[in-house]
């Protein structure tokens, strides 16, 4: 089983529709991440989580929110979905130790949104 | 400018071949760089991590300069396999980790 899923893989949903895509991991992992990669730009920090209790925001959280549900659980919520959304998703965990040597990330198989 | 910066390429070349990507960075205190592999529809994956020393893994082989504020990656006997986009991926002090848009390459038979 993967460490890392993401429900759904693939969406297309109506401007204005409220979605959400899940994250879960069973890696033990106290650090969790949600990412959108577009073309040409690539990844860039939505939102992250140090702990269950710990939410910060990344460079583009406008438009987005997030709930640490558990340590193993973190979710993405785009309240009234626009086209400019539309994106791969990636969900990330590390450790909070600093993960293996240097703090590496590893990353759910993404989530396909397209928003018309 | 961008934080990190990579040639988007396509690098077409053929089994075998000798090819490297250069990265830089404009944040001089950064202090963790990578490189991750992201395959088409994929996940990216840490293929390595870069030292200041430099360092080697089989045929991949990274390199930090930091005076000019750069990393680069060398794939030696380039395999079909190796076709992927490569992502240059800085870590600052605190958090914050930025990656790059990617390079692509395709390797032929």
């Known amino acids: 089983d993967a460490d890392v899923t993401q429900t759904p893989r693939n969406r297309i949903t109506k401007t204005g529709k409220r979605i959400m895509l899940e994250c879960s991991q069973t890696?033990?992992?106290?650090?969790m991440y949600w990412y959108r990669q577009d073309p040409g730009l690539g990844l860039r920090l939505i939102y992250y989580?140090?702990?269950?209790?710990?939410?910060n925001k990344g460079e583009i959280s406008d438009g987005y929110s997030v709930s640490r549900q558990a340590q193993a659980k973190f979710s993405l919520s785009l309240e009234s979905a626009i086209p400019n959304q539309t994106a791969l998703y990636f969900c990330?965990?590390?450790?909070?130790?600093?993960?293996?040597?240097?703090?590496?990330?590893?990353f759910g198989p993404g989530t396909r949104l397209t928003v018309l | 400018r961008k934080e990190v910066e990579q040639d988007p390429g396509p690098f077409n070349v053929p089994e075998g071949a000798t090819v490297a990507f250069n990265c830089t960075y404009s944040?001089?205190?950064?202090?963790?760089f990578f490189w991750y592999r992201q395959d088409c529809r994929k996940e990216p994956k840490l293929l390595m991590s870069?030292?200041?020393s430099g360092n080697e893994d089989g045929r991949f082989t990274a390199q930090l300069n930091r005076a000019s504020q750069y990393i680069s990656l060398l794939i030696r006997d380039s395999k079909l396999s190796d076709s992927a986009t490569y992502l240059c991926?800085?870590?600052?002090?605190?958090?914050?980790?930025?990656f790059g848009a990617g390079t692509r390459l395709f390797v032929k038979a």
């Open positions: 890696k033990g992992h106290d650090r």
């Open positions: 870069v030292y200041s």
């Open positions: 991926v800085v870590k600052g002090g605190g958090f914050k980790t930025i």
């Open positions: 989580s140090f702990d269950v209790k710990d939410i």
């Open positions: 990330a965990t590390s450790d909070s130790g600093g993960g293996g040597p240097n703090n590496e990330q590893f």
């Open positions: 944040n001089s205190a950064s202090q963790s």
